[in-house]
């Protein structure tokens, strides 16, 4: 079956990674100049910081948020995959990133809280979830994925 919605949201934002990429293939090629130079006298430093920032620009690349509504559940996919069930949604709310974090009305004791936030995206959606568990995403599609959550949720 196909995906009611899916959407998908780069965690690191466009320009701040172009700035981060930068300065570390500056400081790489600065490491590589130094041992040319013979001012480095051992290579296994610049070489452990050369792949450890490739490491870090490669991650930041392909670092993402998936969202995906299809068979039969909400799928939030970052570094783990996690999958909450369609029976188990009993509300739902949308706003700004900064009311979620309230819950108010929910109760907060016991409550196991699962935030999905990407830095620049301010507004979410909170749904309720069987088993004391609050889900909470950041999305640029508030309204959509909001009417989509609240027609698959539990009636009582």
Same mark, same amino acid.
């Given at each position: ?17 172009? &700035?981060?990429?930068? !300065?570390?293939?500056?400081?790489? @090629?600065?490491? @590589?100049? !130094?041992?040319?130079?013979?001012? @480095?006298? =051992? ?11 490739? $490491? $870090? ?9 998936? &969202?995906?509504?299809? +068979? %039969? ?19 739902? *709310?949308? %706003? +700004? ?11 907060? %004791? *016991?409550? *196991? ?6 830095? %620049?995206? =301010? ?9 004391? /568990? ?7 599609? @508030?309204? /959509? ?9 539990? =009636?009582?």
């Amino acid at each position: 079956m196909a995906a009611e919605y899916e959407e998908v949201q780069d965690y690191f934002q466009r320009i701040p990674l172009l &700035i981060l990429d930068g !300065c570390l293939i500056a400081t790489d @090629v600065f490491i @590589v100049i !130094c041992y040319l130079m013979d001012w @480095v006298k =051992e290579l296994w430093e610049p070489a452990v910081w050369i792949a450890l920032s490739i $490491a $870090a620009m490669v991650f930041a690349q392909f670092y993402k948020l998936r &969202i995906t509504l299809g +068979d %039969g559940a909400i799928t939030v996919r970052t570094i783990r995959t996690r999958v909450y069930a369609y029976e188990r949604i009993i509300d739902a *709310k949308k %706003g +700004d990133i900064d009311i979620m974090r309230d819950y108010s009305g929910w109760g907060r %004791g *016991k409550v *196991k809280f699962r935030t999905y936030a990407v830095p %620049g995206i =301010e507004d979410a959606v909170s749904v309720k979830l069987a088993g004391r /568990e609050v889900l909470t995403v950041t999305t640029v599609n @508030v309204d /959509e994925l909001y009417d989509l959550i609240i027609s698959h949720r539990r =009636e009582d």
